[in-house]
């Protein structure tokens, strides 16, 4: 195992060197390094693939559990129109796309539905380092883009509850896809109140106890502690570490514990991208470069159309909708999940894998250089659209604009989201205590004067 890592971290130190030296993206460099590591290329495993794996995994988990400390639940709550419209529009989208690209190749229905899922989602992990990586983290856009990608994630479980259903029954089973709905709205609702009540108020009373040594091990346990929960419950892993790590958004220390993570998130996560390259079979490649191409052409071109039109119909400007859409043209972690249930299941076509794997890393190769079309794309747009559609641009801007500066203004009540939750079901508790005692006085006023 120390070898393994040795081997990974080595190789991937120096390949990641030379592509910032050639101005790379370090991502790309990291599944590069996977590739020359992998089975494939010389003809030998130079690391134990389930170790690397494994880690990968829990890079996944640590990435999801940093994005939720950056994100704000008050933040998933203001951007619900945008959020819920982007996300509908471009899973709807590109499942569409999907189908009618397995069917055209000549896939069955359950291989057509598999596939379209596979392409109906951007990868939470890519993105946010894509951003990162070209200095927009601190965007307007980029609240709104990490909202879909949340409600992309939580649609993603049920999504897998349908394609499983189809796959074993070959129907659609309405009646189970509505109870897992309302399973997860419980367990989501449950876990946000009783974290929000209790977390940030433990976190407060023991501050003074908590250095850095102490609180990373604390932040990490209940991470690790709320993905077994979701997994015990039948949700993704990945689901509860963003979960706990929105919940930690809401406490003093969420700062602090990001600035910890982020040492431990980057090594984890390089592991991952390099567990994405050892699968990537260079023979493969070549036999089916064309539907290679293909699928990611299908990808960027539905990305960029059902994005772009999600985003403006959820309210945003076409310039944030653009910048969105130009960074969501890849697939990742999710369509290997996917690829994996099918392979699971006896029902995936076995040349679907190679071809998806392939696009998963031609698409996340040229997002960098497809993010940094989005502006001039959009000038261009802007220059050629018709005068009512310009006018229509720019009243969106001015709106956005305002409902920035409203939302910026000081105010007197500095509360977060999480006091506001708790003064919210304190209110209604002692509320229905009055209640109560309003009943039962006059109850009892009614008893004296009956008597």
Same mark, same amino acid.
């Given at each position: 195992?120390?070898?393994?890592?040795?081997?990974?971290?080595?190789?991937?130190?120096?390949?990641?060197?030379?592509?910032?030296?050639?101005?790379?993206?370090?991502?790309?460099?990291? =599944?590069?390094?996977?590739?020359?590591?992998?089975?494939?290329?010389?003809?030998?495993?130079?690391?134990?693939?389930?170790? &690397?794996?494994?880690?990968?995994?829990?890079?996944?988990?640590? &990435?999801?559990?940093?994005?939720? /400390?950056?994100?704000?639940?008050?933040?998933?709550?203001?951007?619900?129109?945008?959020?819920?419209?982007?996300?509908?529009?471009? =899973?709807?989208?590109?499942?569409?796309?999907?189908?009618?690209?397995?069917?055209?190749?000549?896939?069955?229905?359950?291989?057509?539905?598999?596939?379209?899922?596979? /392409?109906?989602?951007?990868?939470?992990?890519?993105?946010?380092?894509?951003?990162?990586?070209?200095?927009?983290?601190?965007?307007?856009?980029?609240?709104?883009?990490?909202?879909?990608?949340? +409600?992309?994630?939580?649609?993603?479980?049920?999504?897998?509850?349908?394609?499983?259903?189809?796959?074993?029954?070959?129907?659609?089973?309405?009646?189970?896809?509505?109870?897992? +709905?309302?399973? /997860?709205?419980?367990?989501?609702?449950?876990?946000?109140?009783?974290?929000?009540?209790?977390?940030?108020?433990?976190?407060?009373?023991?501050?003074? #106890?908590?250095?850095?040594?102490?609180?990373?091990?604390?932040?990490?346990?209940?991470?690790?502690?709320? &993905?077994?929960t979701a997994e015990e419950a039948?949700?993704?892993?990945a689901l509860g570490a963003f979960?706990?790590?929105?919940?930690?958004?809401?406490?003093?220390?969420?700062?602090?514990?990001?600035?910890?993570?982020?040492?431990?998130?980057?090594?984890?996560?390089?592991?991952?991208?390099?567990?994405?390259?050892?699968?990537?079979?260079?023979?493969?490649?070549?036999?089916?470069?064309?539907?290679? +191409?293909?699928?990611?052409?299908?990808?960027?071109?539905?990305?960029?159309?059902?994005?772009?039109?999600?985003?403006?119909?959820?309210?945003?400007?076409?310039?944030?909708?653009?910048?969105?859409?130009?960074?969501?043209?890849?697939?990742?972690?999710?369509?290997?999940?996917?690829?994996?249930?099918?392979?699971?299941?006896?029902?995936?076509?076995?040349?679907?894998?190679?071809?998806? +794997?392939?696009?998963?890393?031609?698409?996340?190769?040229?997002?960098?250089? =497809?993010?940094?079309?989005?502006?001039?794309?959009?000038?261009?747009?802007?220059?050629?659209?018709?005068?009512?559609?310009?006018?229509?641009?720019?009243?969106?801007?001015?709106?956005?604009?305002?409902?920035e500066a409203e939302a910026a203004?000081?105010?007197?009540?500095?509360?977060?989201?999480?006091? #506001?939750?708790?003064?919210?079901?304190?209110?209604?508790?002692?509320?229905?205590?009055?209640?109560?005692?309003?009943?039962?006085?006059?109850?009892?006023?009614?008893?004296? #004067?009956?008597?």
């Amino acid at each position: 195992m120390v070898q393994d890592l040795y081997i990974l971290m080595i190789t991937a130190a120096v390949v990641s060197i030379l592509f910032k030296l050639l101005k790379q993206p370090v991502v790309l460099g990291y =599944i590069v390094a996977g590739v020359l590591v992998g089975p494939y290329l010389f003809g030998e495993t130079f690391v134990n693939a389930a170790n &690397v794996k494994a880690w990968g995994d829990i890079g996944v988990l640590f &990435v999801l559990f940093c994005i939720g /400390l950056e994100f704000r639940l008050k933040n998933l709550i203001s951007s619900g129109k945008v959020a819920a419209v982007g996300a509908l529009t471009i =899973i709807g989208g590109m499942m569409l796309f999907g189908y009618l690209a397995g069917v055209d190749a000549g896939f069955d229905m359950v291989n057509s539905l598999f596939l379209a899922g596979m /392409l109906c989602m951007s990868s939470t992990t890519i993105v946010m380092k894509a951003i990162d990586e070209a200095g927009m983290s601190k965007e307007r856009f980029v609240k709104g883009a990490t909202s879909i990608l949340i +409600v992309e994630d939580v649609v993603a479980v049920v999504l897998m509850v349908l394609l499983s259903s189809i796959a074993i029954r070959h129907q659609f089973e309405g009646a189970e896809l509505a109870g897992k +709905v309302v399973d /997860l709205a419980i367990t989501l609702a449950g876990w946000f109140v009783c974290g929000i009540l209790i977390i940030p108020t433990l976190i407060r009373k023991v501050k003074k #106890h908590l250095n850095d040594e102490t609180l990373i091990i604390l932040a990490l346990g209940l991470c690790l502690g709320m &993905v077994l929960t979701a997994e015990e419950a039948g949700f993704s892993s990945a689901l509860g570490a963003f979960v706990m790590g929105s919940i930690l958004a809401e406490t003093v220390e969420s700062h602090r514990i990001e600035k910890l993570m982020t040492p431990l998130k980057n090594v984890f996560a390089a592991i991952f991208f390099i567990s994405v390259g050892m699968m990537i079979d260079p023979a493969s490649l070549a036999e089916y470069w064309m539907s290679v +191409v293909y699928v990611s052409l299908i990808i960027i071109l539905g990305m960029i159309l059902f994005t772009t039109l999600g985003c403006w119909w959820g309210g945003q400007t076409m310039r944030d909708s653009m910048l969105t859409s130009f960074s969501f043209v890849q697939i990742g972690e999710f369509s290997f999940i996917i690829a994996g249930l099918g392979t699971s299941l006896g029902v995936l076509n076995p040349i679907i894998y190679p071809i998806i +794997v392939a696009s998963s890393v031609l698409t996340t190769f040229l997002t960098p250089y =497809i993010m940094k079309a989005a502006l001039p794309c959009y000038t261009f747009l802007y220059n050629h659209a018709s005068e009512s559609f310009r006018a229509k641009i720019d009243k969106r801007e001015q709106q956005v604009a305002e409902a920035e500066a409203e939302a910026a203004k000081p105010s007197g009540d500095k509360k977060s989201f999480a006091d #506001h939750a708790r003064h919210a079901v304190r209110h209604t508790f002692f509320l229905k205590r009055l209640v109560n005692l309003f009943i039962k006085n006059m109850s009892a006023h009614d008893e004296n #004067h009956s008597s």
